[in-house]
């Protein structure tokens, strides 16, 4: 069974602060997409970024980046300089492409930037 | 513009009240799925569908229905809603194959039962 795991329940920082969000998954295929979303004080859920199991490569988008590291399972998301406005709970997500193509999700972590 | 519409956003009802919560989506995907978002559990699977007149059971799909008669509507039933089923709901749809899987939301349905 997959699972994602984001350890960090809740994290508050100062404005300008960086800030890692933890993901960590469990999956047995070989083949399976990773995503993070954002879910603002509004509710709705915003895709941020999607990784396929055979591509390691890092990506920096602005002030977002993200670190996925197959030897030990971790697709983790940093903020940069972080801002009031990145104030959101994040979730990180598994998809195995075959069977059910379930999206698993962690449990999402509560980011706070204080001004 | 490409979107996922559910309506209503907001709706309190009472125990044993029929509702239904409809989800609609315009970008023509085979893979549409309802998901319950609660304190502490995250989001959990209800139910999904990967075309029309196929549907299966999620993680959690007691006291809930669901049909697919048409490609781009899946809308979420509750025949006899109880407290318990008190939750903010998220339609989503995405295509079934390719590399953009991504999953794309509605706007959350908050449901209270009273």
């Known amino acids: 069974a997959q699972k994602v795991t984001q350890a960090q329940t809740e994290i508050s920082v100062v404005e300008k602060e960086d800030v890692t969000l933890d993901c960590v998954y469990e999956?047995?295929?070989?083949?399976?997409?990773l995503f993070w979303y954002k879910q603002p004080p509004s509710g709705e859920l915003v895709f941020l970024i999607r990784?396929?199991?055979?591509?390691?490569q890092n990506e920096i988008s602005g002030r977002y980046s993200w670190n996925f590291q197959k030897s030990t399972s971790s697709f983790n998301f940093t903020i940069t300089a972080s801002q009031v406005v990145d104030s959101a709970v994040y979730f990180c997500?598994?998809?195995?492409?075959?069977?059910?193509?379930?999206?698993?999700f962690g449990q999402g972590t509560r980011l706070t930037i204080n001004p | 513009e490409a979107q996922v519409t559910q309506n209503p956003r907001y709706l309190i009802t009472v125990t044993g009240k029929k509702l239904t919560v409809t989800c609609s989506q315009n970008?023509?995907?085979?893979?549409m799925s309802w998901y319950r978002q609660d304190p502490g559990l995250g989001l959990r699977q209800i139910y999904y569908?990967?075309?029309?007149?196929?549907?299966d059971k999620g993680d959690v799909p007691e006291g809930y229905k669901v049909s697919r008669k048409e490609k781009r509507n899946f809308p979420l039933i509750l025949e006899s809603p109880s407290p318990n089923q008190t939750s903010l709901y998220f339609c989503?749809?995405?295509?079934?194959?390719?590399?953009?899987?991504?999953?794309?939301f509605g706007q959350g349905t908050r449901l209270t039962v009273v």
């Open positions: 989503a749809s995405r295509k079934l194959q390719g590399m953009n899987t991504e999953a794309f």
């Open positions: 999956t047995r295929d070989t083949t399976y997409y």
């Open positions: 990784r396929n199991s055979f591509d390691e």
């Open positions: 997500a598994l998809i195995i492409i075959q069977g059910a193509q379930k999206l698993v």
């Open positions: 970008m023509n995907h085979e893979y």
């Open positions: 569908s990967m075309n029309v007149e196929v549907t």
